[in-house]
């Protein structure tokens, strides 16, 4: 088995960039409505479904343990499982590339002299290109899955890895079958496209020679395949033919059958939104069933092969960057939650049959091919996968580590280097703020700053402070509190970030103004680099050194007694999730994360612990209450702090409408490069469909939103803007 890690010199094919541009562009322009109306309904779907599950956090963690130790114990398994299929007279083959799987399968097919085989859908039978080996050698291969024979007929590779074909409305598809079909039917319903189709499908099931499937999870003790469907027809292609072939990922192994049932729970949850699919099949072949020749053929007995894939996941298994991948269910929810996916799908967001934030790590592991996984560029870190991931992969840190790795293999990382060190940048144009702000918009610096590091001039660039947090601080010379909040004293800090330093000040004056006011003194910290800017990059390095400074500093605060307040989420996020692995401290990380806090947060722990008065928060008496509308940011949503601000402004007795989109779709300097502009924009569409809307049937609405590029999105669109929730609740008080 070839082990060790994927790297930049493994590289043989550097597509050209544009591949990805053209990809997005027409992914906009054609399948966008298609995929956005499909994937927001299943995240719909399972939020609703997840919350009839009572222990689903208990189930999470059951599977990723099971998952860990079944990755760990692998080389185990597949032994394990070879000998107990072969003692019931399976076959079994162990294919180290995807050449050997699929002439294998062609092998067998021509042992049998098989003219049709009929095909559940397989993700991985996508990966070692299974249909093409097959169709050269003069077989007919019949997807039975509606979407894959959607496919099929239009001959488009799949853009999800649950509902392949999830890019086409239903007109394109009545449009596909006239075009393909002789028909006088209207197919203008999804119930007559789905008639037509099972009526064709339902002859192939008939007269095929063979069965391939692959296996949603396979058992080493008891050799038993788990297969969850909604149409049944994997029960015909595992059953009608007398020859039936899996084939299946290594990586799908686990220990026992005995398993099963938590993944049962987890995958129609987090996939479609149901409690359970149509169809849970679990077989443990050959079946002990007799062989029913409704083909006319006259096979005696059933036959099963076993066709275990490896194809790169050993060497996956083997490098750090890439292991976590293997724990992967293909329940998509990480597609169905991502906002870029939401816009463009998998064929802008994925490879030749992995798409998604999960898709990258899969293709650069299953291809060795680097430049393949470059579509892992879409993702922009913005963590909403992570929670909604049943396995809890740290998806971001994934794709960061294929971003590091192709600026490493030589791609052009200027545009990297310039957004990934702004703080450097910040503090030269803080000196003359005034100076820079004229310069940074004028005509001719727009368009070199769009050539140079590819900013798009259509964004309006955040103008710089004329006094930065720390200068105003100082001139404001804040002493201790008036009175203790509650009559406890507490000594806080704000985490001066280098935006809220250099462009952003008026919130984190806002934030000490607020505490101030309730007696509680706010003490700044200088101005520190966190590491997001670098870590968005792909400059790992950089923003591990940043955390581990930062991280140093921050125990020197909480060792005197301090709780730390962050305005800005995404240094939030970094410093209660993503340092942990950069610094390398587990017992550090854990000290620091628990005395940090978002400043809503804070006043809703101290009201709940009996140590503020709500009283001192409400507005002065006879002040009408604006109604709010409140979009929260992306980490705050994956900290579990998404409503925290509707529930203390809920406290005060105001009306808050919360957004219900996943992302902005500004996502920090995502939304500034010109490459990803006009997606940005796309992904903002509905946020922005839904503060009109408000603004339209409620006017004087205020709109809230604590990310810096929240509001920036935001403003674009909108001359009333949005205001951080810390800064509205000092104005009113």
Same mark, same amino acid.
């Given at each position: 088995m070839k082990t060790g890690t994927i790297h930049p010199r493994d590289v043989a094919d550097k597509s050209p960039k544009e591949n990805l541009a053209r990809a997005i562009d027409f992914a906009l322009d054609i399948e966008s409505a298609a995929v956005r109306h499909n994937t927001q309904t299943f995240n719909a779907n399972r939020y609703a479904a997840i919350e009839r599950l009572d222990d689903y956090e208990a189930l999470k963690d059951r599977a990723r343990a099971i998952k860990e130790e079944s990755i760990r114990r692998l080389p185990e398994l597949v032994e394990i499982l070879t000998r107990t299929v072969r003692s019931r007279g399976g076959h079994v083959v162990y294919a180290r590339t995807k050449d050997e799987a699929s002439v294998y399968v062609r092998e067998i097919c021509r042992a049998h002299a098989?003219?049709?085989?009929?095909?559940?859908?397989?993700?991985?039978?996508?990966?070692?290109?299974?249909?093409?080996?097959?169709?050269?050698? *003069? #077989? !007919?291969?019949?997807?039975?899955?509606? /979407? @894959? +024979?959607?496919?099929? %007929?239009?001959?488009?590779?799949? &853009?999800?890895?649950?509902?392949?074909?999830?890019?086409?409305?239903?007109?394109?598809?009545?449009?596909?079958?006239?075009?393909?079909?002789?028909?006088?039917?209207?197919?203008?319903?999804?119930?007559?496209?789905?008639?037509?189709?099972?009526?064709?499908?339902?002859?192939?099931?008939?007269?095929?020679?063979?069965?391939?499937?692959?296996?949603?999870?396979?058992?080493?003790?008891?050799?038993?395949?788990?297969?969850?469907?909604?149409?049944?027809?994997?029960?015909?292609?595992?059953?009608?033919?007398?020859?039936?072939?899996?084939?299946? *990922? #290594? !990586?799908?192994?686990?220990?026992?059958? /005995? @398993? +099963?049932?938590?993944? %049962?729970?987890?995958?129609?949850? &987090?996939?479609?939104?149901?409690?359970?699919?149509?169809?849970?099949?679990?077989?443990?072949?050959?079946?002990?069933?007799?062989?029913?020749?409704?083909?006319?053929?006259?096979?005696?007995?059933?036959?099963?092969?076993?066709?275990?894939v490896d194809n790169g996941r050993m060497r996956m298994r083997d490098d750090p960057g890439l292991r976590e991948a293997l724990y992967c269910i293909r329940c998509s929810a990480c597609m169905n939650v991502c906002a870029n996916f939401q816009a463009v799908g998998g064929h802008a967001f994925g490879g030749e049959c992995y798409s998604g934030g999960i898709g990258g790590a899969w293709t650069v592991g299953t291809s060795g091919d680097l430049m393949k996984g470059r579509f892992a560029e879409l993702c922009t870190g913005?963590?909403?996968?992570?929670?909604?991931?049943?396995?809890?992969?740290?998806?971001?840190?994934?794709?960061?580590?294929?971003?590091?790795?192709?600026?490493?293999?030589?791609?052009?990382?200027?545009?990297?280097?310039?957004?990934?060190?702004?703080?450097?940048?910040?503090?030269?144009?803080?000196?003359?703020?005034?100076?820079?702000?004229?310069?940074?918009?004028?005509?001719?610096?727009?368009?070199?700053?769009?050539?140079?590091?590819?900013?798009?001039?259509?964004?309006?660039?955040?103008?710089?402070?004329?006094?930065?947090?720390?200068?105003?601080?100082?001139?404001?010379?804040?002493?201790?509190?008036?009175?203790?909040?509650?009559?406890?004293?507490?000594?806080?800090?704000?985490?001066?970030?280098?935006?809220?330093?250099?462009?952003?000040?008026?919130?984190?004056?806002?934030?000490?103004?607020?505490?101030?006011?309730?007696?509680?003194?706010?003490?700044?910290?200088?101005?520190?680099?966190?590491?997001?800017?670098?870590?968005s990059q792909g400059l790992v390095e950089t923003a591990a050194r940043s955390a581990r400074n930062a991280a140093g500093l921050l125990e020197t605060i909480v060792d005197d007694g301090y709780d730390l307040l962050f305005t800005e989420p995404s240094?939030?996020?970094?410093?209660?999730?993503?340092?942990?692995?950069?610094?390398?401290?587990?017992?550090?990380?854990?000290?620091?994360?628990?005395?940090?806090?978002?400043?809503?947060?804070?006043?809703?722990?101290?009201?709940?612990a009996g140590e503020l008065d709500i009283q001192l928060l409400k507005p002065c008496a006879g002040r009408e209450k604006a109604p709010l509308f409140y979009h929260g940011h992306c980490q705050m949503k994956s900290l579990g702090l998404g409503m925290d601000t509707p529930r203390l402004f809920r406290r005060l007795d105001f009306i808050v409408d919360v957004s219900t989109v996943e992302c902005c779709g500004m996502a920090g300097s995502f939304g500034y490069k010109k490459q990803y502009y006009e997606l940005s924009k796309n992904v903002g569409r509905d946020l922005g469909s839904q503060i009109g809307k408000r603004l339209s049937s409620s006017p004087g609405t205020v709109v809230l939103a604590s990310g810096t590029s929240c509001r920036e999105q935001i403003g674009a669109d909108f001359k009333e803007g949005a205001v951080h929730p810390v800064e509205f609740l000092d104005s009113i008080l």
């Open positions: 098989v003219n049709l085989a009929v095909k559940a859908k397989s993700i991985t039978s996508e990966e070692i290109e299974l249909n093409r080996v097959l169709e050269a050698d *003069g #077989i !007919e291969v019949a997807e039975s899955d509606l /979407a @894959e +024979f959607i496919l099929q %007929i239009s001959k488009e590779q799949p &853009s999800h890895i649950v509902t392949p074909a999830i890019h086409r409305s239903r007109e394109r598809i009545s449009e596909l079958f006239k075009s393909h079909f002789r028909t006088d039917r209207p197919l203008d319903t999804g119930e007559e496209l789905t008639e037509f189709a099972r009526d064709i499908l339902r002859q192939k099931f008939l007269s095929a020679d063979i069965g391939i499937s692959g296996a949603n999870l396979v058992s080493a003790e008891e050799g038993a395949l788990l297969l969850v469907e909604s149409e049944g027809n994997i029960r015909l292609t595992t059953t009608l033919p007398a020859v039936h072939v899996a084939v299946v *990922g #290594i !990586e799908k192994i686990i220990p026992s059958r /005995a @398993e +099963f049932g938590t993944f %049962i729970e987890l995958l129609a949850a &987090s996939a479609t939104g149901q409690s359970l699919t149509s169809y849970t099949n679990i077989l443990e072949p050959p079946i002990p069933s007799p062989v029913l020749n409704l083909n006319g053929r006259t096979d005696a007995a059933r036959e099963f092969h076993l066709v275990l913005c963590s909403r996968c992570v929670p909604n991931c049943p396995v809890r992969i740290d998806i971001p840190r994934l794709n960061t580590t294929i971003k590091e790795r192709l600026m490493q293999a030589g791609e052009p990382a200027l545009q990297k280097q310039f957004f990934g060190h702004f703080s450097a940048m910040a503090r030269f144009a803080s000196l003359l703020p005034g100076l820079s702000n004229w310069f940074s918009n004028l005509g001719m610096s727009r368009s070199l700053l769009e050539l140079v590091f590819g900013v798009d001039r259509r964004r309006v660039i955040p103008p710089f402070a004329r006094k930065t947090l720390s200068q105003q601080c100082a001139a404001s010379a804040r002493s201790g509190a008036t009175r203790p909040a509650g009559g406890k004293a507490r000594k806080v800090a704000l985490f001066t970030d280098v935006y809220t330093q250099y462009n952003n000040p008026r919130v984190g004056m806002a934030a000490i103004s607020l505490f101030g006011k309730l007696g509680i003194s706010v003490a700044p910290t200088r101005v520190m680099e966190d590491g997001r800017a670098a870590l240094v939030l996020a970094m410093v209660r999730h993503d340092s942990r692995v950069l610094i390398g401290n587990d017992a550090l990380f854990e000290k620091v994360r628990a005395h940090c806090f978002d400043p809503i947060e804070y006043l809703n722990r101290m009201i709940d």
